[in-house]
């Protein structure tokens, strides 16, 4: 079923076809032939003029051979955005929207008191989980030979080494020799070899150990913290060099990547998949171990009236702080360039062996940080010093310095003040200065990839100069590509002003039967600058579209060079030849500054009744400005399609405003209204999303589809027991999602940001207080 086909601007737009292009059936080329492969009778063309080729479903139109009752070899590459769309892969049935986890958690507190002006305490803190997640099938990116002795090998020799006859050699060719050629693999998902398994084993332990107490006639407290988290992550993966090693058997124990899929169901398995003893003989756990630790020290002291003015006693409290800070990301051998993939058949040299894993290095880092801070509780006008509408006016004041050993130092203010003009009537106000440092994988790593798929523009534009495509969102160039990303020693960190100001309304009903009412309202503002982030695959991808129609290319996408096969699709176009693209290129940076602006809406209303409390409350979040200063090079990418000379549907961030763009609604609400009396209490909760646009998924002229909002419900009744063996603990039951909402589509499934996958599920708890 289609979910955009009642809407005709979207019905026709293939964007939201979330199938891979990557799948049993293989693209592939014969390496050092003669050109086109072609077999008598007829002189049949079973190649292209590059030697390309690849398998497909007998049922669809394009067949040169057959090889078994499902799969025949058809000339060229795969067709997965037009005839062959059908043999696409769907990487969803069979996998998890969240994954499997088991939690255990333990936490310790206790103190001594070693006098009336000391107690020493500690906290200890223990965490474990356990998740598991299945992914789809492992693709094949990384290109490799398959040996001339391939038992399967359609090209592969008139005789094999050990005297016996081939008989998987097609009959008839007119121009392979008699000992065969090899064969590249390009683009390939090893169905036969099951799903991907990503077990992940985490913990993170937790102890402080302090005293607090008083010096004099201040409070001191101190302490030490030491803590520390690792992380294990095991997921089955293809061993590149056994891979191969399994291809160049002449027996039927190698490895068949020519055998496709299934013609009754193109988008889903492997109806002749090699055997479980072959597809173990290449196939290992992948292991990846990150550890972070933190030492920390700190002294604080303060006093509440350190000195009397007129409107009350000056509080102060000051404090130091030092910390050391530790990562290591380890990386499996096969993949940090230790263990490399060297090809066999032609010599080229792969620092990661595995298959559909760029090469990702090892990394580590430190830092230590020194953090000293002051604040200031001045009360400036007092009830007793009886001002006309200043009850009272109170200020804070603080400052914190922190001196970082791998970029710098930093020193930023907050000043806050409140107003009572009367009794349930405040004026409240702050503005501060703050700062992020990057963390340590953003400034030390040397490079590492990851693998992305987008759309490649230029093709796009190539399709739709021949007339293949009636629009741009039709086109189904999609491509998958590896992500190299450096990190960036000379980051700074990002750098904040925020300042905020609002009201507290608690109206006095002099009746206590008609309850508390606390209303607020709080106007904020956030500006940011120098936040960490990167240009991003799409844009680069835009760019190099733009760049190409201009007759140069962006250098940080890199392109195979043009084949045969790609000289045809860019024939009477006047585009230029491209190869596919197979490397984007980008860094860490800091960007340019960033405001956020909103109104934080909230009341909570209190009564008691003759028949139970009652508490209701709701919280609205109005987002009134999310806008972002564009880099220049996005702001010549925003000017070529104004101008039309990139397609108006290439899809853009338009960065200068992004309220209700994908994960940011104008509007966020909640309520929540609960019932209690006695031991019993029952509870509800509302939480609504208005719309926001899927600027990703652009109709003809370049709008965005819009995401409808959305409203879920939950509701809870829970007894407490008093007394005996059961005394303080809780029962509750409950159901989230009463309503059994599914979360609003888009074209690439759902916003995780904003909604949850679950639908309607009731829970039981029971907790016991000790």
């Known amino acids: 079923m289609s979910y955009f086909a009642d809407d005709p601007r979207f019905a026709g737009n293939l964007t939201a076809d979330g199938r891979a292009t990557q799948s049993p059936w293989a693209n592939l080329a014969v390496v050092n032939g003669p050109g086109t492969v072609r077999r008598n009778p007829g002189n049949v063309a079973l190649t292209s003029s590059a030697g390309a080729f690849h398998t497909q479903s007998v049922l669809n139109a394009g067949c040169a051979v057959t090889v078994n009752a499902d799969t025949c070899l058809g000339s060229g590459t795969r067709a997965t955005a037009t005839t062959l769309r059908s043999e696409r892969f769907d990487t969803r049935p069979g996998t998890t929207v969240a994954p499997s986890i088991h939690r255990f958690n333990s936490f310790l507190s206790a103190h001594y008191d070693v006098s009336d002006s000391l107690t020493l305490y500690t906290e200890l803190g223990y965490y474990r989980a356990d998740t598991t997640r299945i992914q789809p099938p492992t693709i094949n990116l990384n290109a490799i030979v398959v040996p001339a002795s391939n038992y399967w090998n359609p090209f592969g ?96 124990d190698a490895y068949n990547p020519f055998s496709g899929g299934c013609s009754a169901t193109p988008s889903l398995g492997d109806c002749s998949p090699s055997s479980q003893g072959t597809i173990d003989s290449f196939t290992f756990d992948l292991v990846r171990r990150s550890k972070t630790t933190l030492a920390l020290a700190d002294f604080k002291v303060s006093r509440a009236d350190v000195v009397a003015l007129p409107g009350g ?133 040397v490079q590492y ?119 045809p699709v860019f024939t009477g176009t006047g585009l230029a030849a491209a190869g596919v693209v197979t490397q984007i290129n980008d860094q860490f940076t800091n960007l340019l500054p960033q405001t956020v602006e909103g109104l934080d809406l909230g009341l909570l209303y209190n009564v008691r009744t003759g028949i139970g409390k009652f508490d209701w409350s709701v919280n609205a979040a109005h987002l009134i400005k999310f806008s972002r200063d564009t880099p220049p090079g996005v702001t010549t990418l925003f000017d070529a399609r104004a101008a039309g000379t990139i397609n108006a549907a290439t899809p853009l961030t338009d960065a200068t405003d992004l309220i209700e763009q994908r994960g940011r609604p104008k509007w966020r609400l909640t309520s929540s209204l609960t019932w209690s009396l006695k031991r019993i209490q029952v509870g509800g909760f509302v939480n609504y999303t208005a719309d926001v646009n899927d600027t990703n998924f652009l109709d003809a002229n370049g709008l965005p589809y819009v995401v409808k909002g959305q409203a879920t419900v939950n509701l809870y009744a829970q007894y407490r027991f008093k007394g005996g063996v059961l005394d303080d603990t809780r029962f509750r039951i409950g159901t989230r999602n009463l309503f059994d909402v599914q979360p609003p589509i888009t074209a690439d499934g759902y916003l995780g940001s904003l909604y949850s996958p679950y639908g309607r599920y009731l829970y039981a708890t029971i907790s016991k207080r000790f």
């Open 313 to 445: 006693d000056l509080g102060v409290a000051f404090g130091i702080e030092g910390r050391r800070e530790t990562q290591a990301d380890i990386r499996d051998d096969n993949l940090n360039g230790t263990i490399p993939f060297v090809d066999a058949v032609t010599g080229e040299r792969s620092l990661s062996n595995v298959a559909a894993v760029s090469p990702t290095p090892t990394t580590r880092g430190r830092r230590t940080v020194f953090s000293a801070f002051a604040e200031l509780a001045v009360p400036v006008i007092s009830p007793d010093m009886n001002i006309p509408l200043v009850q009272r006016v109170d200020l804070q004041i603080a400052g914190r310095y922190e001196h970082y050993s791998d970029f710098g130092s930093v020193a930023k203010p907050k000043i806050a003040g409140a107003w009572d003009l009367t009794n349930g009537f405040r004026i409240r106000g702050s503005w501060s200065q703050g700062f992020r440092a990057p963390n340590l994988e953003q400034t030390n790593t």
């Open 157 to 252: 020799p008139v005789t094999f080494a050990n005297g016996t006859a081939n008989p998987n050699r097609l009959s008839g060719l007119t121009n392979v020799p008699a000992a065969g050629l090899p064969v590249r693999l390009s683009t390939y998902r090893f169905v036969d070899a099951g799903y991907q398994r990503v077990n992940v084993d985490n913990w993170q332990s937790r102890f402080l150990g302090g005293a607090r107490g008083k010096i004099g006639s201040f409070d001191f407290d101190t302490a030490i913290l030491y803590s520390e988290a690792q992380a294990t992550d095991v997921s089955n993966a293809v061993n590149m060099t056994k891979l191969q090693q399994a291809l160049s058997l002449s027996t039927p």
């Open 449 to 567: 990839s990851r693998l992305g798929s987008n759309t490649d523009f230029y093709r796009c534009e190539a399709d739709l100069r021949a007339r293949r495509i009636t629009t741009f969102g039709a086109c189904g160039r999609g491509v998958s590509y590896s992500i190299f990303i450096a990190g960036n020693p000379d980051l700074k960190p990002e750098e904040s002003t925020n300042w905020s100001a609002g009201i507290v309304l608690q109206p006095d009903f002099q009746n206590p039967k008609l309850g508390k009412l606390t209303i607020t309202a709080d106007y904020w503002s956030i500006r940011q600058k120098g936040i960490v982030g990167q240009f991003g695959p799409q844009n680069a991808l835009v760019l190099d579209y733009l760049l190409r129609l201009q007759g140069s290319s962006n250098p940080n996408v890199i392109r195979a060079a043009a084949t045969a096969d790609d000289t």
